[in-house]
C-alpha cells in the first residue's frame, strides 16, 4: 500500500463527517486495483467513499494526490450533496499542492507528520 497521509486541512473537514482512516485505507486499496472515479491530471484523482449506513452514490467525494504507487495524500474531500465538483483554479491549486507532495522524500515526509501538516493514516508495516 506504501504510504497514506491526510493533510491537516482534509483531516479538519474529515471531522465533521463519519469518514474514518480505516475507510480511506479501504479507498486506497481500491484505487491500487485501478477503481479510480476520475483521473484529474496533475497527480490528483477523484475517489468516493462510502459512510456508514450509505452507499458510495450518497457519501463522500475525495481528492487525493498520488503518484498511484506508493504515495497516497487525501488533500480535499466534499459531500455530494454540497457540491458537485471542484472549479478549475480550485483543481489548479490542488495540482500544485500535489505536486510539492509527490516530490518530498521519506525523511521529508516523517518532519511533515511530526509537525502535524500531515497525518500518516496507514502503510505497509501497519498492515
Known amino acids: 500500500m506504501g504510504r ?3 493533510t491537516r486541512y482534509f483531516n479538519r473537514w474529515m471531522r465533521k463527517t463519519e469518514l474514518t482512516d480505516a475507510a480511506l485505507c479501504v479507498a486506497v486499496s481500491e484505487m491500487e486495483n485501478g477503481l479510480v472515479d ?9 475517489k468516493r467513499v462510502p ?12 481528492l487525493v494526490a498520488t503518484n498511484k504507487g506508493n504515495r497516497w495524500f ?19 491549486a490542488l495540482q500544485a499542492i500535489a505536486a510539492d507532495l ?23 508495516s501497519q498492515n
Open 4 to 6: 497514506v497521509f491526510k
Open 38 to 46: 476520475a483521473d484529474l491530471g496533475g497527480g490528483v484523482v477523484k
Open 51 to 62: 459512510l456508514p449506513g450509505r452507499g458510495k452514490s450518497g457519501s463522500v467525494r475525495t
Open 74 to 92: 487525501f488533500v480535499f474531500g466534499f459531500e455530494k450533496n454540497d457540491r458537485a465538483n471542484v472549479s478549475a483554479k480550485e483543481l489548479e
Open 102 to 124: 509527490l516530490k518530498l522524500s521519506s525523511t521529508e515526509l516523517d518532519a511533515h507528520a511530526e509537525g502535524e501538516a500531515l497525518q500518516e493514516i496507514c502503510h505497509d
